[in-house]
């Protein structure tokens, strides 16, 4: 096989001499992408299309050109074919029938008609070699029936940033086979009590749990983190001054500062959709309201008035809305409104109470997610459609699952639930499969899904 991989590293020097010549190239943190194939119209995917079928994804193991490469290779493959099985896009062919379409394979040209026996529509194919301590991978994507190829790419960065690169690959493949905007280079926060000390600190993670580590130290109550539009501050509530206060940190600046504090406590912040604007619940008035600032703080306008406990705002994608918990009717209820305060209306009726909504960000999907108590039973999860009316139940009885966050594609959520023993961090996706725990150490609650890079209004 020596000789095909040597004729295949030849050919890629050839096609990424040529690519150089007329393709793209872009640098992003730390990272050098080269086009080595100009996007297709996309009319090829049009021809995959089946009703009820879903588009069929091969992704052999990447292969590994030089013997420094091996280990980056291998998390590239495990971590690109994580990613695809998550977005749950695609009906992955499973690895053991590659055998047959590659046997016959030249690594310069996939033989499509193999590919296509075993049932494959696209073909992805890679390669990954270190070359003076960088770490290169070329992707190629094929449209089977079609028999071209319709993308390919050549990512440089550090020799140790494997998994950050199979990340944007697995990004790329979405965006290039199906239009389709990843949330694999996306970040969860969180807040955690594994250091004991009666403390909670504020978290980030991955998207797929990898990667964890504290933002705040201070030995004190910090909560409910949420991202800001651009991904590069977090809002959360401390109580390390005594009273719940909300503060912001620069993750990238190494700062912070704080919005709210001294009048009341202040609990659950929500960015508006534009990052200039925070909603937030206060007690400054005397009782539980909500209330919006500007995202310094400034400007403060109170939008509830009601004896009762009004709490947990959320944002519609569109900034003109905001849902809430309120009481005001005997039970906590979901309930939204106006900027302004006003065209109140009850969202949910169903369930003895609800709690934390979360509007979906999608521009498909006109929903909100949040936790609902049944009858007597422990909280679950429940969605409310607003085209149908109607409310889908994707947690069933297995411990209390609260706090559910969309993610920015609106695909997938994230919530906490006990089924495990202890209040852990799982996603899953808007239908309620693909279950995956992300924490296990220590109560880990209030999770926040951080924004796509450059998708920020």
């Given at each position: 096989?020596?000789?095909l991989f040597k004729a295949?590293?030849?050919?890629?020097?050839?096609?990424?001499?040529?690519a150089y010549?007329?393709?793209?190239v872009?640098?992003?943190?730390g990272f050098?992408?080269?086009t080595?194939?100009?996007?297709s119209?996309?009319d090829?995917?049009?021809?995959?299309?089946?009703?009820?079928?879903?588009?069929?994804?091969?992704?052999p193991?990447?292969?590994?050109?030089?013997?420094?490469?091996?280990?980056?290779?291998?998390?590239i493959?495990?971590?690109?074919?994580?990613?695809?099985?998550?977005a749950?896009v695609?009906?992955?062919?499973?690895?053991r029938?590659?055998?047959?379409?590659?046997?016959?394979s030249d690594?310069?040209?996939?033989?499509f008609?193999q590919?296509?026996?075993i049932?494959a529509d696209?073909?992805v194919?890679?390669?990954?070699?270190?070359?003076?301590?960088?770490l290169?991978?070329?992707?190629?994507?094929y449209?089977i029936?079609?028999q071209?190829?319709v993308?390919?790419?050549?990512?440089?960065?550090p020799?140790?940033?494997?998994r950050?690169?199979?990340?944007?690959?697995?990004d790329?493949i979405?965006?290039?086979?199906?239009n389709?905007?990843g949330?694999?280079?996306?970040k969860l926060?969180?807040?955690?009590?594994?250091?004991?000390?009666?403390?909670k600190?504020?978290?980030?993670?991955?998207y797929?749990g990898?990667?964890q580590?504290?933002i705040?130290?201070n030995r004190?109550?910090?909560?409910t983190?949420?991202?800001s539009?651009d991904?590069?501050?977090?809002a959360?509530?401390?109580?390390?001054t005594?009273?719940p206060?909300?503060?912001r940190?620069?993750?990238y600046?190494g700062?912070g500062?704080t919005?709210?504090?001294?009048e009341g406590?202040?609990?659950s912040?929500?960015?508006?959709?534009?990052?200039?604007?925070?909603?937030?619940?206060s007690?400054?008035d005397?009782?539980?309201?909500i209330?919006?600032?500007?995202?310094?703080?400034?400007?403060?306008?109170?939008?509830?008035?009601?004896?009762?406990?009004d709490t947990?705002?959320?944002?519609?994608?569109?900034?003109?809305?905001i849902?809430?918990?309120s009481d005001?009717t005997?039970?906590?209820q979901?309930?939204?409104?106006?900027?302004?305060?006003?065209?109140l209306?009850?969202?949910?009726y169903?369930?003895?109470?609800?709690?934390?909504?979360s509007?979906?960000?999608?521009?498909?999907?006109?929903?909100?997610?949040f936790?609902s108590?049944?009858?007597?039973g422990p909280?679950?999860?429940?969605?409310?459609?607003f085209?149908?009316?109607?409310?889908?139940?994707l947690?069933?009885?297995?411990?209390?699952?609260?706090?559910?966050?969309w993610?920015p594609?609106g695909?997938?959520?994230?919530f906490?639930?006990?089924?495990?023993?202890s209040s852990?961090v799982?996603?899953m996706?808007?239908d309620g499969?693909?279950?995956?725990?992300l924490?296990?150490?220590?109560n880990?609650?209030?999770?926040?899904?951080g924004?796509i890079a450059?998708q920020?209004?």
């Amino acid at each position: 096989m020596k000789h095909l991989f040597k004729a295949f590293t030849i050919v890629s020097a050839i096609a990424f001499a040529a690519a150089y010549l007329s393709g793209s190239v872009h640098s992003s943190a730390g990272f050098q992408e080269q086009t080595l194939a100009q996007p297709s119209s996309g009319d090829w995917f049009l021809n995959l299309e089946r009703p009820g079928r879903s588009v069929a994804m091969a992704i052999p193991d990447f292969e590994i050109l030089t013997s420094d490469a091996t280990e980056p290779g291998k998390t590239i493959t495990e971590v690109v074919w994580n990613d695809m099985d998550f977005a749950s896009v695609y009906r992955l062919v499973p690895k053991r029938n590659y055998s047959i379409a590659q046997a016959s394979s030249d690594p310069r040209k996939p033989d499509f008609y193999q590919w296509e026996s075993i049932g494959a529509d696209i073909l992805v194919r890679g390669v990954v070699e270190a070359r003076e301590g960088r770490l290169i991978s070329e992707v190629r994507i094929y449209a089977i029936l079609a028999q071209e190829m319709v993308f390919g790419k050549r990512y440089e960065g550090p020799l140790t940033a494997s998994r950050r690169m199979a990340h944007r690959i697995a990004d790329d493949i979405l965006l290039q086979a199906g239009n389709y905007r990843g949330i694999n280079q996306t970040k969860l926060a969180f807040a955690s009590d594994r250091r004991g000390e009666n403390s909670k600190e504020i978290y980030i993670m991955d998207y797929d749990g990898f990667g964890q580590k504290p933002i705040t130290a201070n030995r004190s109550l910090n909560l409910t983190p949420t991202w800001s539009p651009d991904g590069q501050a977090l809002a959360y509530i401390s109580y390390r001054t005594g009273t719940p206060s909300l503060f912001r940190a620069f993750l990238y600046e190494g700062r912070g500062d704080t919005i709210a504090t001294g009048e009341g406590m202040t609990f659950s912040p929500a960015w508006s959709p534009d990052g200039k604007q925070i909603a937030f619940t206060s007690t400054r008035d005397g009782n539980s309201e909500i209330y919006i600032a500007n995202a310094d703080g400034g400007n403060v306008r109170r939008l509830t008035h009601h004896p009762q406990i009004d709490t947990s705002p959320c944002w519609s994608p569109t900034g003109t809305e905001i849902a809430f918990t309120s009481d005001r009717t005997g039970a906590p209820q979901i309930y939204a409104m106006d900027t302004e305060g006003l065209n109140l209306r009850r969202i949910s009726y169903q369930g003895s109470y609800n709690d934390g909504p979360s509007w979906s960000p999608s521009r498909e999907y006109s929903e909100i997610a949040f936790a609902s108590r049944i009858e007597r039973g422990p909280f679950d999860i429940v969605v409310y459609d607003f085209q149908t009316n109607q409310i889908r139940q994707l947690t069933t009885g297995r411990g209390s699952n609260e706090s559910p966050e969309w993610s920015p594609n609106g695909l997938h959520l994230v919530f906490t639930t006990t089924r495990t023993g202890s209040s852990q961090v799982f996603t899953m996706n808007r239908d309620g499969s693909n279950l995956r725990q992300l924490t296990r150490d220590g109560n880990n609650t209030t999770p926040n899904w951080g924004p796509i890079a450059g998708q920020d209004s």
